[in-house]
């Protein structure tokens, strides 16, 4: 993964959210090609766990740094930036459930963005590469599969307020970049699986505990494009630095699975649990029904019987990037789940 533009080794990137799933993984990949790493959480005191994390103990070439930075405040971002030669700004709320105030969700993705970005552009970095998601292209006007000429309609029915954080913070950062002449480019994955750094569980990897976990009496008629959170943080380290990059948008995912595909392979690859894994489909009404009371399937609602594959012809041609099996990041999610003990037991 070298590139004309730069060494890694000379150079350093701050990732923000770097205790998250997707975060630590970046920064390790970060890491193992010779880039010195900043990353902001929101309590600085856990530099020693994190750096362990990562791989990196308590090296002495300090290629690790923390800062405690917040979305939602001003206070961190400069200090953080400063000296930086790239940013990677991975770190947005992800809700469990539907909030009942949209900008619960919203507002923090948005207003963190600009944070990120105002922060970059004092420290005139290079380029910053933004962890979008396939939630700002799959859920507008377009049809499968989704192409980085797809937009989510923030004001359509099918927009939760997941969707318009990620859609409206992305024309927020396209906007900003526009204007100051800065550099972006774009990562627009699917639903982030793989194994487990710790046993903090995010939705969407709890969602496979909760097949596993026997949660689901039914399944919904609803499916996503799985993408490993291993091939999603390459994309963003080959983003940094790849010529033709700068003002794209990358959709990365593999291919779309039903969620009842999901439950078989997840039975035939750990029979133990195939008692837990529901093979009848719930009817679309019947989800609907219990959308009125249940925040989660409501959040299922807007999916229900729709295909979400994605196009990542430019990813695989600009970032010569690839994705692993799905059948693979599903099987190593779901031992990881069971090693961590996150799945009880049969």
């Known amino acids: 993964m070298t590139s004309e533009r730069t060494d890694p080794v000379e150079n350093t990137v701050l990732v923000t959210g770097v205790s ?25 005191a856990r530099h020693s766990e994190l750096s362990t994390r ?7 070439d300090n290629r690790v740094h ?14 953080a930036a400063d000296g930086c030669n790239y940013v990677i ?28 970005l105002r922060a970059a552009q004092r420290a005139r970095v290079s380029r910053v590469v933004l962890t ?15 192409t980085e000429n797809d937009w989510t309609d923030v004001n359509g029915r099918r927009a939760t307020a997941y969707y318009q954080s990620k859609t409206l913070a992305e024309r927020d950062a396209w906007e900003f970049t526009r204007s100051s002449g800065m550099e972006l480019s774009v990562i627009n994955p699917g639903v982030i699986l793989g194994p487990l750094f710790d ?6 990897v709890g969602l496979v505990a909760q097949l596993l976990s026997g949660g689901f009496k039914g399944l919904p008629r609803f499916g996503f494009a799985i993408a490993d959170v291993r091939d999603v943080a390459e994309a963003h380290v080959r983003a940094l630095t790849a010529p033709g990059a700068a003002g794209r948008r990358f959709l990365v995912a593999g291919e779309f699975r039903w969620i009842r595909e999901v439950s078989a392979q997840l039975a035939r690859d750990f029979p133990d649990y195939a008692s837990r894994l529901p093979t009848k489909i719930t009817p679309d009404w019947m ?41 693979a990041t599903l099987r190593e999610t779901a031992q990881s789940l069971i090693d961590w003990r996150i799945v009880p037991p049969m």
């Open 132 to 146: 979008s998601s396939v939630a700002a292209t799959n859920h507008g006007s377009g049809v499968a599969p989704y």
């Open 20 to 44: 998250g799933f997707l975060g630590g993984y970046i920064a390790r990949a970060l890491l193992q090609v010779g880039y010195r790493v900043r990353g902001t959480v929101r309590d600085a």
């Open 66 to 79: 923390l800062f405690s930075a917040d979305l939602t405040a001003d206070r961190g971002w400069a200090a």
């Open 287 to 327: 989800v609907r029904i219990m959308a009125l009371a249940d925040p989660q399937a409501r959040m299922v609602v807007p999916e229900l019987g729709r295909d979400l594959s994605v196009d990542t012809t430019p990813a695989r041609e600009i970032l010569e990037w690839s994705a692993r099996p799905d059948s």
């Open 89 to 116: 700004h991975a770190a947005s709320p992800f809700p469990a459930v539907e909030p009942k105030d949209a900008q619960e969700v919203i507002r923090p993705a948005r207003e963190g963005t600009l944070r990120v």
């Open 199 to 204: 046993p903090k569980v995010g939705s969407s």
């Open 54 to 60: 990562l791989g990196v103990g308590s090296s002495p």
